[in-house]
């Protein structure tokens, strides 16, 4: 809360919302996700308040919306948020965030009773940043718990084969 306070006073914007952010994951992870919700909706606010375009941070905030939204299981609002974050992530060219949100609308499809929708969402990430290496953790995590069936299993090791990861199921 003082770093919110401090960048808002100095005018470093960007460096506010993702203190808001930050504050908002800490009280989401101590259970408090009403409170992280107010957080983040503070944050994103404060990231286009004014702008004809958001700042860099905000795709940040609108996956951790994405995410709180999911929690709730109100899948139409968490794929919007996520939707939202993949174009701003996009926008400003941060893979990472692109992977993650990928991967957080593959859960959204998988919670939709689609898991070859959600292995599609998988293998179009994987498609698009494997080349630059981005979000590999998270790709391996999601390729592990989504795939299911035999032929998404030889797709996971082939995989893990292409970037050398150790310790994946053969």
């Given at each position: 809360?003082?770093a ?8 470093t914007?960007?460096?506010?919302v993702?203190?808001?952010?930050a ?6 992870i101590q259970?408090?996700l009403r409170?992280a919700?107010?957080?983040?909706q ?8 004014g ?5 860099p941070?905000?795709a940040?905030?609108n996956s951790?919306?994405g995410?709180?939204s999911?929690?709730w299981n ?8 996520l939707?939202?974050?993949?174009e701003?992530?996009?926008q400003?060219?941060s893979a990472?965030?692109?992977v993650y ?7 959204i499809q998988r919670?939709?009773?689609d898991?070859e929708?959600?292995?599609r969402?998988?293998?179009?990430a ?8 981005c979000?590999?953790a998270h790709l391996s995590?999601a ?8 032929a ?6 082939s995989w893990?084969?292409?970037i050398?990861l ?5």
């Open positions: 809360e003082e919110g306070r401090v960048n808002r006073s100095s005018g914007q960007h460096l506010v993702l203190a808001q952010t504050l908002g994951v800490i009280q989401s259970g408090r409170q919700w107010q957080t983040y503070e944050a994103l606010r404060l990231a286009e308040e702008r004809a375009r958001p700042l941070s905000a940040l905030t951790h919306l995410t709180a999911y929690e109100d899948l139409e609002a968490a794929e919007r948020y939707v939202r974050a993949g701003q992530s996009r400003w060219g990472e965030d692109m949100n990928t991967i957080a609308r593959a859960r919670a939709r009773g898991p929708g959600a292995w969402l998988i293998e179009e994987d498609r698009r940043f494997l080349p630059c290496r979000g590999l995590m390729k592990f718990f989504t795939g299911s069936s035999a998404n299993w030889m797709s996971l090791n893990c084969n292409r050398s150790e310790g994946m199921p053969n």
